[in-house]
């Protein structure tokens, strides 16, 4: 009896004992599979951190590429349209479109770039975009061949706040008020200028100005649909040219472009016909940095970096344009609206940093609410 009382006990010993050193066995397991979970989780931090620098890197790329392509584009077009005299910034407009649409043809057909093939949905999903397009570079060519290149530079300002505005409608972004400060002393600084230019251009003036509001629609209409990932960068570019080009030639046509680019005596001129040749290729090239720095940045850094390019064009076309008429006026208005878009400039990329620094902040605070 004594026998079976005992061994009742010693086998509940046997199990005690058993549990604990299976317990005692797994918790290095648990220990080595938090200490795993917890360095792969600062992997994958790490490897979250790492495109950082790069993405970083782009961004800049594209801004620096946007703004050597714009600033080369209104040198070129300028020699074209005023040094030689071509008669016609409509036949260097469907010399960009063309230009456009047979390197993204060849690029697609040796599978260097993708884009949709044509259906009968393209139209819709690239609309207003090509209307802007053609607006916008027309109006840009008649402005540059009317103006000096300081009151180019300094009217193309104007782009900002209609860039402003037109995020501010399709995109529903909001400004802070020293941004709406430096942009109202950037305006104020073109008024200045304009007030005493001597070589004043009606039809000049009025075609700057509806190439501002071009380019601000454009910018952020190309943010929209690049968002929306239907057609993609290339697809934008190729159907916006494809489907202006047939339009503005007939266009030229009626208006007696062709013929006054047909009869003009310069084409044997070697020098003449390589610049004109450049200008259609960067007319390619600069739709394509515009694109590819909105992607990257935003409609409106592609604005501030033009409005820079601007104002080594402003100084350069004082000393070197040949057309430009120096007043006091009119130079401190200009150097009022360089000011305003140096400032304009620091205080955005300054805002752009910050919001991302909170924005990043807040996302760690979640994911650290979310281990506990």
């Not at 951190?49 to 790069?54: H, K, R, V």
């Not at 002393?185 to 700057?208: C, E, K």
């Not at 400039?345 to 910050?354: D, H, N, R």
């Amino acid at each position: 009896a004594s026998i079976n009382t005992k061994t009742p006990l010693l086998r509940h010993d046997h199990v005690g004992w058993a549990s604990m050193a299976e317990v005692q066995r797994r918790q290095p397991v648990r220990v080595k599979g938090a200490a795993a979970s917890e360095s792969g989780s600062h992997r994958n931090e790490a490897a979250g951190m790492a495109p950082e620098p790069f993405t970083v890197f782009l961004k800049l790329s594209a801004a620096v590429f946007y703004g050597l392509a714009s600033f080369l584009i209104v040198v070129v077009n300028k020699s074209v349209l005023t040094n030689y005299r071509f008669p016609s910034s409509l036949s260097v407009g469907i010399g960009q479109m063309l230009a456009t649409v047979v390197v993204l043809w060849v690029a697609k057909a040796f599978r260097v770039i993708k884009f949709p093939d044509f259906d009968k949905n393209i139209p819709r999903k690239t609309f207003p975009l090509p209307l802007l397009y053609v607006g916008n570079q027309i109006t840009g060519l008649f402005g540059t061949k009317q103006l000096n290149l300081p009151m180019f530079t300094v009217l193309r300002r104007f782009s900002i706040l209609f860039t402003m505005m037109a995020e501010g409608f399709l995109l529903k972004k909001k400004f802070s008020r020293p941004i709406q400060l430096t942009v109202l002393a950037m305006i104020l600084g073109a008024f200045v200028a304009a007030s005493t230019d001597l070589s004043f251009d009606l039809q000049g003036y009025v075609f700057i100005l509806m190439n501002d509001v071009l380019t601000a629609a454009n910018g952020a209409y190309v943010k929209q649909k690049l968002d929306s990932k239907e057609l993609g960068k290339y697809g934008l570019l190729y159907y916006n040219a494809l489907f202006m080009i047939f339009p503005t030639l007939l266009f030229a046509y009626f208006t007696g472009d062709i013929q006054m680019t047909m009869e003009y005596d310069g084409w044997s001129d070697v020098l003449f016909l390589s610049q004109f040749v450049l200008s259609c290729i960067m007319g390619f090239i600069l739709m394509y940095s515009t694109v590819l720095c909105t992607q990257y940045n935003s409609a409106l850094t592609t604005t501030i970096v033009g409005c820079i390019k601007n104002i080594l064009i402003t100084y350069i076309g004082m000393v070197f344009g040949g057309d430009y008429i120096f007043t006091w006026t009119n130079f401190i208005g200009l150097n009022i609206s360089i000011a305003g878009s140096l400032v304009y400039s620091y205080i955005t990329f300054t805002e752009e940093q910050s919001s991302k620094q909170s924005e990043s902040a807040s996302k760690l605070e979640i994911k650290g609410k979310i281990a506990v």
